[in-house]
């Protein structure tokens, strides 16, 4: 038996590298099944890379399905400290269920550190192709090119504020956030004040709130909208290699 610690400093005792594992977190799902495929025997209905995954559903990251994972008898459960609750991570432990928790990651490098460890710690594997190439792409930050105010939900209205992996995300590629320095993380101004904030572009991703066309850049007729995947802008993991090429190209359209 060997005891590895998490992200937040808790115990995750193994026996050896998890072969059976259930994901709570679609990003974290992407990344075991593409760096060590077979192992994943469950992850959440959110899951839907890659594409042809074929394992067991066991509802939202929010509100996972506890009594459906519990029966999968994982031997590791991956979860984040943001996109899972306190709750359902210390059930599973009660139940003798090994849980990796990673932390909210403020940072791209923050993030693939993170990934690095769990990958090659927690199951014991040489570091991935595309998580090397990952770390070059985005080692570097580019000048600032354009400023943005970047909703992630509306009903209320939710913004990108202070550290979060989304705003170094497009940091990186030259856009700085009109709500960096907001002293949340996911401020909830008002449609007006957003509209009336130092930016000139508005990037509208596609989950968690779907923006689309039709719904999102009519709120701001002073700002060009960018509509991006979401998945580009939240994911951490193999997704990032994409991401980088899929979101520069995108402000390139600006230009």
Request: hydrophobic share 45%; aromatic share 8%.
């Amino acid at each position: 038996m060997r005891t590895l610690v998490d992200d937040l400093g808790e115990p995750v005792p193994l026996s050896g590298p998890p072969v059976r594992v259930v994901s709570l977190v679609p990003s974290l799902t992407e990344a075991v099944a593409v760096s060590a495929p077979g192992r994943l025997v469950g992850a959440t209905d959110y899951c839907t890379h890659p594409s042809d995954l074929d394992v067991p559903r066991v509802g939202g990251s929010k509100y996972p399905k506890i009594d459906r994972v519990l029966d999968l008898a994982p031997d590791l459960v991956l979860a984040n400290s943001e996109e899972n609750r306190p709750e359902d991570v210390e059930r599973l432990r009660a139940n003798g269920i090994p849980v990796f928790v990673m932390a909210a990651a403020a940072s791209v490098p923050a993030a693939l550190g993170s990934l690095r460890r769990l990958l090659t710690q927690v199951y014991a594997l040489d570091e991935p192709e595309w998580l090397v190439t990952a770390e070059e792409l985005w080692r570097t930050t580019a000048p600032i090119s354009f400023h943005a105010v970047i909703p992630v939900w509306r009903k209320p209205w939710i913004v990108l504020g202070r550290d979060t992996f989304a705003g170094d995300v497009l940091r990186r590629v030259g856009v700085a956030n009109a709500y960096a320095d907001a002293d949340d993380r996911y401020p909830r101004p008002p449609l007006a004040e957003l509209q009336a904030a130092a930016a000139d572009i508005v990037v509208l991703p596609d989950e968690p709130y779907e923006f689309t066309a039709d719904d999102g850049p009519g709120f701001f007729p002073d700002l060009r909208p960018v509509l991006v995947s979401g998945r580009y802008l939240t994911w951490y993991g193999p997704s990032l290699v994409e991401a980088h090429a899929a979101l520069t190209a995108a402000l390139e359209d600006l230009s």
